[in-house]
């Protein structure tokens, strides 16, 4: 199939770029590089360096024959604690900017279908845990808000124009690509796996945001998907769509099921490194649900959805790897 990747230079996207390209796709890359990296494109890949919000740009990108078989959408910003300081960005990037791109669609490629990175952050403190797509959506922060907002629009667009579009709601995604070549590299980084990594490689300790959460340990507890497993399940995604009828709008659940502490992690970590890591106690970081799950028996049901890299023991190998590779991220010169 032809794809166009929307932020195909960021962490998530250009992990979907390497494995649909080993799945036999073409994909052009559509990023503005304002947080992605030109490093991270493999050769041979076309770039369309170009704002979301410059729909005549992306009009043009649509003008092309034969058309794309599906678009992606991993071009968003989603720091929960920037989107409270900063809610002018998220909703003009996150939110504006998909209400361009369903503009788009339905004036030059309608036939088009939309597969939209969402999160759990849509469901603020879930009313019970694992958390299922249908369960009340009250998202805390503008980051959460401005997705919601976006998956509204596809409903809505969909039910209205015959559009077929997907909002697919991560958990916490991780891991780096299996050739070492791509990794996470945020600025700043505020994700706990690179963080732990990062640091136990430079011999300092973590701090671990909270010891009294209603949880096992006291600490959080996550669900940790392998970025090759969400890729792998965008492609599933687009297929859903493409077999579907006009008009189609869901919400899919990717994450393992699991849930881990930031102890388990530590742990895990540890276990990886072959030594006990060092770490602190720290103040509860704001707007931090204490569990978040999924309930992912429909990515299941619907889209024949399998991990194949999200044990904890390859998603922290693999992430060890790239931060060896590169200890600066793209900013290590090779
Ligand atoms: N966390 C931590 N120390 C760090 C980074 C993160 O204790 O340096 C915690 C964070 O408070 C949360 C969990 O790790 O409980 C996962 O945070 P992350 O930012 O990786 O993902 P989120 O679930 O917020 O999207």
């Not at 052009?28 to 990296?37: P, V």
């Not at 998909?98 to 759990?120: G, H, K, N, Q, W």
């Not at 629009?153 to 070549?181: H, I, P, Q, V, W």
């Amino acid at each position: 199939m032809r794809f166009l990747v929307i932020g195909g230079a960021g962490y998530i996207g250009s992990h979907f770029v390497r494995e649909a390209l080993r799945q036999g796709h073409s994909c052009d890359i559509y990023d503005n590089l304002s947080r992605g990296h030109r490093q991270s494109i493999p050769e041979g890949v076309r770039l369309i360096e170009a704002d979301l919000l410059d729909q005549e740009r992306l009009q043009a990108a649509f003008a092309e024959q034969p058309s794309y078989d599906a678009v992606f959408h991993f071009a968003a910003f989603a720091l929960v604690g920037e989107s409270v300081a900063q809610p002018d960005l998220y909703y003009r990037n996150n939110t504006e900017g998909v209400r361009v791109l369903l503009d788009v669609l339905r004036d030059r490629a309608p036939e088009t279908v939309l597969v939209f990175s969402s999160t759990c952050a849509v469901f603020g403190e879930p009313e019970k845990l694992p958390i299922a797509e249908g369960d009340r959506k009250q998202p805390i922060s503008p980051y959460g808000r401005s997705k919601l907002m976006a998956e509204w629009m596809m409903e809505d667009y969909a039910r209205a124009y015959g559009l077929k579009t997907l909002a697919l709601r991560y958990f916490n995604a991780c891991g780096a690509d299996a050739s070492g070549d791509i990794g996470e590299d945020h600025e700043p980084e505020t994700h706990l796996i690179p963080n732990v990594l990062r640091l136990s490689l430079a011999g300092k300790p973590l701090t671990i945001f909270g010891r009294d959460f209603t949880t096992k340990d006291g600490t959080c507890v996550r669900d940790y998907i392998h970025v090759t497993d969400l890729a792998d399940a965008h492609i599933r995604a687009a297929n859903y769509l493409i077999a579907a009828p006009k008009g189609t709008f869901d919400a899919i659940h990717l994450g393992t099921g699991e849930g881990y502490s930031n102890l388990d992690i530590v742990k895990a970590a540890g276990d990886v490194l072959g030594r006990s890591l060092p770490y602190t106690f720290g103040e509860r970081r704001a707007g931090d649900p204490p569990g978040l799950y999924a309930d992912n028996r429909k990515a299941k049901s619907l889209l024949g959805f399998q991990t194949r890299y999200s044990d904890l023991s390859t998603i922290l190998k693999s992430a060890l790897a790239w931060h060896k590779h590169r200890p600066d991220g793209y900013r290590t010169q090779r």
